[in-house]
């Protein structure tokens, strides 16, 4: 059947292909990919944005809908104006705990949040409104609908009785705008209009709860839309609204019932911005016309301006696995379809360039929320927020490989934003000094997960996990004035709530306690409270060193290393159970549970190999027996929900040298978790989700370089189906660019460029017969003395 269905839409195509139309216009993007088949619903749309204003495109020909959204559209919910306190019952939580009582432990959250009347929720992200665009029918003769990743354009082009169309659509950067352009061979005659996104029957309670209002309106040439929410919290948006400008070329328009309708236009153009209210009595609709006014309206001239930015980005690295050009032109129905019966390098080179592409669309105003920039439904899956023990990280975690490190700015921005609430939740929750950074959020820092089970409010290791980001960005930008001023004071908040939680246990080591593994319980207990959680313990002993190596970059604090020194000390050490993989809990009587979705006792491998790893080969071997059992349990399920967990499973694979199994980790989050519009998915062909859209292109990258500061690592886990190939622009640690490396059977190609004078060393996947290219005074085995600002190009043989 499957064979069938394959055959059925390869003669489809092909017949399309031998009518003689104008292949000008249905063609194949040079990066990027073509669909057959507008989207069924919003989750298949195609996607545009600018880093602040999304387009979701359905890809109707006569009946299409753009469903806009903006970042700043978190709808305020009612607050209980009280703040959650757990600080005072902080000891009766650990005393719990450690008479192994934790279902009590964590019940006791959820006590007092009903005791204490705090009913605070997360302010979901929401959609702005719908672009409505009729157009007069005819018999489609041929479709087809494309997103260009060098440019950013979502395009329409389809042949009927009246011609043959193209709608193309982007959202500019430089200009901060939707912009829209229809023409055709045959007339215009098209009605445009703002619309309320549709309510589901069972949301209609939450929206008339949230919603104060909701107008749309059509004058002249304009359109408008304009919405005011029923909550004013401090600070919180309190409505947004939107203005389209139309511009014709040829025919006339008018209005009719809140909508303009176009007749015999030679072309269309629609220019359209979204912009936040945060006061409602002073509307932004007339600055935005005046804006318009002024603006250029010309499809190609905006278009050139966006792309020189967009395309700036994306054209930084590109993949060449090898795919032959027949998988490459074909359109993601067809690719994603034979990916069932066979992997095709075509596709990995696909998904590597569309992830990377949705990551950029969507980062700028704020990191990707989990839906990135893009909502067509008013409650989208919790709450479309922040989720930080491990969603977002998967999303931004190839920003800086894949050297768009200004596209981290927004992730330090956002958490720097929230810094006082993260300080009050310390104190409130632990009685800390420091930060605590819950693990969702949106709007506001501060907890709003609750439950026996589900006990987040007792993870304490988000702090240091985000801090890590900071002196990341350090180490891959040597950026001395962001680590002065921005990331080391970040990392010794998170350093100064360690100083105060952590307690001495009666064997010397310190106690995390209570501690929390997300979002996974012991094989032996119902509830998700632990103490010492290993992630928990890697988390902190990544954060310590950090800060000791930061201050000594930066010649401070000499009292706090003497300090931060004896901690790492002091930590638990890990554990290899009797399965002999490792352990995800360090303390006792707490049974590893295999069948789970994240593998968060890996997170020591998850950006680099750990020195605690890389100096003990029982470690690397338990840490390699625990990737087998996770990945027992994901066969078992066919890939399972959760796609990033694959990605915490392939990122250690990669950082180990496993390659072969990064590789079917990589096959699974090709084939598996992918949209026709190339947006990726939760869980296997669902929910709309972008996390592997930025975790599985850093997964490609972890597998062909790997990077210390004065160490590259150069193809540490390549596959055998990948024998030869290519990729360029990698960013590595050290201020180092790999400008180009290229590889087939036993040669290597590499191009870098330093941005300062320093010494590295090429570590490769065999050992060297020849290595040659650069002056021989620059090479001494495989160590590289690399001038700044130059190339160097080597040619390398290895046995």
Known sequence: MRLSIYALLLLLFGRQVASGQDNTVFKHPARGFTSWQPAATWEQALLSGNGTIGALVMGQPHQETVILSHASLYLPLKKSGKDFEQASKLETIRRLSLQGKFTEAASLTETLRQEQGYTDERDPFIPAFDLKIEQHAGNIKRYQRAVNFETGEA??????????????????????????????????????????????????????????????????????YSSTFKNTNPGAVQGYEGVGRLVLKGGSSKVVNGSIQVTNADEVLLLINIKPLYDKQSSNIPAMKSAFVSARADYETLLTSHAQIHGSMFNRVQLDLGGSLQDRNLNSEEILLAAKSRMLL??????????????????????PNLQGLWSGTWTAPWAGGFTNDGNLPTAIGGLLATNTPELMLPYFNYHECLIGDYRKEARLLYNCRGIHIPAQETTAGVESDFGKTWCLTLWTGCAGWVAHYFYDYYQYTGDKAF??????????????????????????????????????????????????????????????????????????????????????????????????????????????????????????????LDPDFAASNKLQQAAKTAIDKRMQFRIKEGGGEMAFGLVQLALASAHLGEAEKAK????????????????????????????????????????????????????????????????????????????????????????????????????????????????????????????????????????
């Open 483 to 608: 680590l002065a001023n921005r990331a080391y004071p970040f990392m010794k908040e998170a350093a100064l709530f360690y100083e105060d939680f952590l307690k001495v246990g009666a064997d010397g080591k310190l106690i995390f306690n209570p501690s929390y593994s997300p979002e996974n319980n012991p094989a032996n207990s119902s509830s998700q409270a632990v103490i010492n959680a290993t992630m928990d313990a890697m988390i902190a002993r990544q954060l310590l060193r950090s800060c000791i190596d930061a201050a000594g970059q930066l010649h401070t604090d000499k009292n706090k290393v003497v300090l931060w020194k004896r901690m790492l000390t002091q930590m638990p050490s890990y554990k290899v159970n009797s399965d002999g993989a490792l352990s995800e809990w360090l303390w006792p009587n707490l049974q590893d549970n295999y069948s789970h979705r994240h593998a968060s006792h890996l997170y020591a491998l998850y950006d680099y």
């Open 155 to 224: 395009i329409i082009n389809w042949q009927d009785d009246n011609g043959t169309f193209t709608r193309r659509l982007f959202v500019s950067r430089p200009d901060s705008m939707v912009v829209l352009s229809i023409k055709g061979t045959g007339k215009i005659n098209t009605s445009l209009a703002f619309r309320r996104r549709p309510v589901e029957w069972q949301q209609w309670k939450f929206v008339n709860d949230n919603i104060e209002s909701a107008n749309s309106d059509a004058v002249g040439q304009w359109l408008t």
């Open 346 to 367: 075509a596709l990995v080179e696909k998904v590597f360039d569309a992830g990377r592409y949705n990551i950029i669309s969507c980062t700028g105003t704020n990191p």
């Open 664 to 799: 079917q980790l990589v096959n699974w989050l090709s084939s598996k978790y992918w949209s026709s519009s190339m947006a990726s998915y939760h869980n296997v062909g669902e929910l709309f989700n972008t996390d592997i859209s930025g975790g599985l292109p850093y997964v490609i990258t972890q597998m062909l370089c790997y990077s210390e500061p004065g160490v590259l690592r150069l193809l540490p886990a390549l596959p055998s189906e990948w024998p030869s190939g290519r990729i360029s622009g990698l960013l590595a640690r050290g201020q180092v660019e790999v400008k180009l490396l290229v590889w087939r059977n036993h040669h290597i190609d590499v191009v870098l460029h330093s941005a300062i004078k320093q010494k590295i060393r090429l570590q490769l996947p065999g050992k060297v017969k020849t290595i040659s290219g650069a002056d021989k005074s620059r090479i001494s085995g495989t160590n590289l003395s690399l001038p700044a600002g130059q190339d160097i190009s080597l040619s390398i043989d290895i046995q």
